[in-house]
């Protein structure tokens, strides 16, 4: 299984950017690259995805490294309401695959 | 419509009893899953259906039942469950199960098995 590595937690100040890494050194040449939220108790939240491009949305941007074994989660301006934790997924070929890792829990300071 | 609703909201039950949990969606989605998360941890997957068969069973107990009666409806049938069973259940679906596309998640059952 391809797995990833996600910081335990991060905090940010309201309204500045922030950048969530997540490592993925084992993924293969066709894994799509999934960022997830949840916010408290909440069920989780599709944010983006990505192949080998960089990605835009109105949610966030995904930075994918060239080799494609690392990739960040870049929010342009954290608000009090992005305070959640962050998934960072790796879907396979085939599609079955769909594990998360312990993730990043954000904080956002006022 | 982009929202998958879960029923109920929360369940308490004891160890004898029988359940269900429901999950409905109406995107279209081909794929939909079951997850369970226990408090801090990730969501865990245990179900896929695609295309109303079962896909992966990743090895949950025969105490937890999936079951798919059309492309909409998702059941979670709950037997003989012990307290460490308590934890969010989650459901989710997805256009179908190539990698590209999103999970849509509802709000989840929380369970308490007493």
């Known amino acids: 299984d391809a797995k990833t590595t996600q910081p335990n937690s991060m905090e940010s100040n309201e309204e500045e950017p922030v950048h969530l890494p997540c490592n993925h050194s084992?993924?293969?040449?066709?894994?799509?690259i999934h960022w997830y939220r949840q916010l408290p108790s909440q069920g989780p939240e599709y944010v983006i995805h990505g192949l080998t491009s960089n990605v835009n949305n109105r949610m966030a941007s995904l930075a994918i490294a060239e080799d494609r074994k690392s990739s960040t989660l870049i929010l342009h301006r954290a608000t009090l309401r992005d305070a959640a934790v962050y998934y960072c997924i790796l879907r396979d070929d085939t599609g079955n695959q769909f594990y998360f890792g312990t993730g990043t829990s954000l904080t956002v300071i006022p | 419509d982009t929202e998958v609703t879960q029923t109920p909201k929360h369940l308490v039950m004891g160890m004898t009893n029988k359940k269900s949990l429901k999950c409905e969606q109406h995107?279209?989605?081909?794929?939909m899953y079951w997850y369970k998360q226990k408090a801090k941890k990730p969501p865990e997957l245990m179900f896929v259906?695609?295309?109303?068969?079962?896909?992966i069973n990743e090895s949950v107990p025969s105490r937890f039942s999936p079951e798919c009666p059309n492309s909409s409806l998702l059941n979670l049938h709950l037997h003989a469950l012990q307290p460490e069973d308590s934890a969010l259940y989650l459901c989710?679906?997805?256009?179908?199960?190539?990698?590209?596309?999103?999970?849509?998640f509802g709000p989840g059952t929380r369970l308490t098995v007493t």
């Open positions: 084992t993924i293969s040449g066709t894994d799509y």
């Open positions: 989710a679906s997805s256009q179908d199960l190539a990698r590209l596309y999103e999970q849509y």
């Open positions: 259906y695609s295309y109303e068969k079962l896909s």
């Open positions: 995107m279209g989605h081909r794929a």
